[in-house]
């Protein structure tokens, strides 16, 4: 919005601090990049192909799903429908970052918006709930987080999944339960949990009844139609946003 | 239209990727600079955020097999109870290892 002043202070120290906050979650995304790199020259791409291409994308669900189009030949608009519908939660979690984005320049907001994915999102939303302003875990944590994907990715190419079978260690439910500890840790109150149990049903609906990929947009705007309905009876932090402006 | 996978063809496969990715990166935050903050627009955004993460994890539940059930709720309890969640994660992991290796 033009006339706002950029007020948000960037600390060196704190960006540091986020990167290794988010550094054992990143010792996962290596294995999960190691697969990737795996499927990805069995499909037959070359190693700086899908090199290039983790480090360009960075969204290890959407990559995974276009591999299941490769072939002799790709059709363009199949692939990205799928690619924009598996990162379609992106738009929802830049969206729920815009009151901090908002006190950062444009060019600098963009920039910080490259390294979103779930992991540095999911702890940046959590802190915003329990009252802190913290966008250096998208950059920290996003740096960890993209490093460690594109060094599993080469590690894959080259070497294989580094692991014979990683689901017998649970591996393969990382993400899923960070993000559970994400959400557990932010503010709860019967009007969150309201909101979650629509999410969830509505969530489920989707992924039952709808095309696929569609269960996370559709759950999470149906939870989000709980809070504009029913807002918070004390809106302390409402005020302060009303007054920026 | 179609792409043949050739070296040019799938450096133009993986740009097309990296743009759409970039619109679902930069979309959300570019519609919001158009929307009014208010106290209303704010709890949709608060609720939504957590809502997100519950329709991402609640199919992860009910499609996974029982590890994938045990590690989320073995996480969440822990979480619950000791609001680490470096702890939660590794006694999800330790859950869903256990019932693997069992079933």
Redesign the interface.
């Given at each position: 919005?033009s006339g706002g002043h950029y007020s948000y202070q960037f600390q060196a120290s704190r960006v540091r601090a986020e990167f290794f906050r988010l550094l054992?979650?990143s010792l996962f995304v290596v294995a999960f990049g190691a697969a990737f790199g795996l499927a990805s020259t069995q499909e037959?791409?070359?190693p700086l192909?899908t090199i290039?291409?983790s480090a360009?994308?960075?969204?290890g669900a959407?990559?995974f799903g276009?591999l299941d189009l490769?072939?002799?030949?790709?059709?363009?608009?199949p692939?990205?429908v799928v690619?924009?519908a598996i990162?379609?939660?992106?738009?929802?979690?830049?969206?729920?970052?815009?009151?901090m984005?908002?006190q950062v320049p444009p060019g600098r907001?963009?920039g910080l918006?490259?390294l979103?994915t779930?992991a540095n999102w999911?702890a940046c939303?959590q802190d915003?709930?329990n009252g802190r302003h913290n966008l250096e875990v998208i950059v920290g944590g996003g740096l960890v987080l993209w490093l460690a994907w594109v060094l599993g990715t080469a590690l894959g190419v080259y070497f294989g999944g580094l692991m014979q079978n990683p689901?017998?260690?649970?591996?393969?439910?990382?993400l899923?339960?960070?993000?559970?500890?994400?959400?557990?840790?932010?503010r709860k109150s019967p009007?969150?949990l309201v909101?979650?149990l629509?999410?969830?049903v509505?969530?489920?609906a989707a992924?039952k009844w709808l095309p696929p990929n569609m269960?996370?947009?559709?759950?999470?705007?149906?939870?989000?139609?709980?809070?504009?309905f029913?807002?918070?009876p004390k809106?302390g932090?409402?005020?302060e946003?009303?007054s920026?402006? | 239209m179609t792409i043949e996978t050739t070296s040019a063809g799938v450096l133009a496969l993986i740009a097309i990727m990296t743009v759409v990715t970039l619109v679902t990166r930069f979309g959300g935050v570019f519609l919001m600079s158009f929307v009014r903050i208010n106290p209303r627009v704010e709890s949709f955004i608060n609720t939504m955020a957590s809502s997100v993460l519950i329709a991402i994890i609640v199919p992860m539940a009910v499609d996974g097999d029982l590890g994938a059930l045990a590690a989320l709720v073995a996480t969440a309890v822990t979480m619950l109870a000791t609001r680490k969640p470096l702890p939660s994660i590794t006694v999800g992991l330790l859950a869903a290892a256990l019932v693997r290796y069992l079933g």
């Open positions: 919005m054992p979650i037959g791409l070359s192909e290039l291409m360009t994308v960075f969204a959407s990559q276009a490769w072939g002799a030949e790709v059709s363009v608009l692939m990205m690619v924009f990162n379609s939660r992106h738009l929802l979690m830049g969206a729920s970052l815009y009151p984005l908002k907001r963009y918006m490259l979103l779930d999911a939303a915003y709930q689901e017998a260690f649970g591996l393969d439910m990382v899923g339960c960070f993000l559970l500890t994400m959400a557990l840790g932010g009007r969150v909101a979650w629509v999410a969830a509505s969530a489920l992924w269960h996370v947009v559709v759950g999470a705007l149906a939870g989000g139609l709980i809070g504009l029913w807002l918070e809106a932090s409402g005020k946003v009303a920026d402006h | -």
